[in-house]
């Protein structure tokens, strides 16, 4: 596949501790994109970056932090703040932060806190 | 605000039955609308945008500013359609999804 990756596949840590999850992307896309995908609640969109050293958050950014030091990489970090980490994390990215322009989706990582 | 609504969580239907996943959007401007699919075991993948008009794997989906709606279409499923599949508005907004079952 390539394009954009995500490791690992599976990742469990016990509560209270922070967790970072790794988004890598070879396809030179500016816009890059973190969504928390939960049963019955769809995609939900967490961060997103449009340029390096740039990020904004989205609708459930509390908890959460990420960071954008280079084009090719987006990690996100799971604090101990988030109440309900457990979740499946997807990743994507795009050419640009544009209304008209497909994403690309990583394989995702699930995140299992106990 | 933007909001995308898919009402169908579950959708069934038999091999060879037309198939519409609905999708309603709430936005005040000009919408840019996309159905994005996700086979099992496979990444979620773009299938067809509004701005293309294009029809892949059969299916369509035709823009109604009026009704504010995107659904998808197809006139004959096939087993291999079933998927989960998400309506999404301007790149950011996703609905809640809608999984299709088609039976044999």
């Known amino acids: 596949d390539g394009g954009i990756t995500q490791s690992p596949k599976y990742l469990f840590r016990k509560e209270g501790q922070n967790v970072t999850l790794s988004c890598e992307q070879n396809?030179?896309?500016?816009?890059m994109y973190w969504y928390r995908q939960d049963p019955g609640q769809g995609l939900r969109l967490i961060y997103y970056s449009q340029i390096v050293n740039d990020f904004q958050k989205g609708d459930i950014a509390e908890g959460y932090s990420v960071s954008r030091e280079k084009k090719e990489s987006f990690p996100l970090t799971v604090t101990s703040a988030q109440k309900n980490p457990t979740a499946f994390y997807l990743c994507?990215?795009?050419?640009?932060?544009?209304?008209?322009?497909?994403?690309?989706f990583g394989p995702g990582t699930r995140l299992t806190v106990t | 605000a933007q909001r995308v609504t898919q009402p169908e969580k579950l959708l069934s239907v038999f091999k060879g039955a037309p198939v519409e996943l609905k999708c309603n959007y709430s936005y005040s401007g000009s919408p840019e609308l996309f159905w994005y699919v996700q086979y099992s075991r496979q990444r979620l993948q773009l299938l067809l945008r509004?701005?293309s008009r294009e029809s892949i794997k059969g299916f369509t989906a035709d823009l109604n500013k009026g009704e504010t709606s995107f659904h998808l279409k197809k006139p004959f499923a096939q087993e291999e359609d079933s998927a989960m599949y998400y309506c999404a508005l301007r790149s950011l907004t996703f609905g809640q999804g809608t999984i299709l079952t088609v039976h044999p």
């Open positions: 994507a990215s795009s050419i640009a932060r544009s209304a008209r322009y497909e994403q690309y």
């Open positions: 509004h701005i």
């Open positions: 396809l030179n896309h500016d816009a």
